[in-house]
């Protein structure tokens, strides 16, 4: 499966923006998904994630209370909506997928198979 995220930009702080991730090659219902940002110089780090039915979603809790993972397999896509952004969560932000229908939440990068290319979240203070 491949995925491609878009929905980065530059903003400012307190800001929202909505990131999407859009899968081709495969219907997405029984991956599990998570978000993964990197900021720069440092290692990729796990943001959320949701099991194949949405029915269960996980956050980092750096992110809790503020960002909300959500999907809709009919249009192959999931979603990171990000509020109240602070200058902490600029990172390039990656889509990840693990084929899974369980309810164990993925967190380690290793224990995802395929990758967006990732894009860019800038947030200015």
């Known amino acids: 499966v491949r995925l491609v995220e878009s929905g980065g930009g530059l903003v400012q702080s307190g800001i929202s923006l909505r990131l999407s991730c859009v899968a ?63 200058p902490e969560d600029t990172a390039v932000y990656y889509c990840a997928a693990t084929y899974y229908t369980g309810t164990y939440f993925h967190t380690d990068v290793n224990e995802y198979d395929y990758w967006g290319p990732g894009t860019h979240v800038t947030v200015s203070s």
Not at 52 to 67: C, E, M, P
Not at 70 to 81: C, F, G, I, M, P
């Open 24 to 86: 081709d090659g495969d219907t997405l219902s029984e991956y599990y998904m998570g978000w993964f940002r990197q900021a720069p110089g440092k290692g990729r780090k796990f943001v959320a994630a949701i099991t194949s039915t949405g029915g269960n979603t996980y956050y980092a809790d750096s992110v809790k209370g503020r960002f909300t993972i959500s999907r809709d397999n009919d249009k192959n896509t999931v979603y990171l909506q990000m509020n109240s952004l602070k």
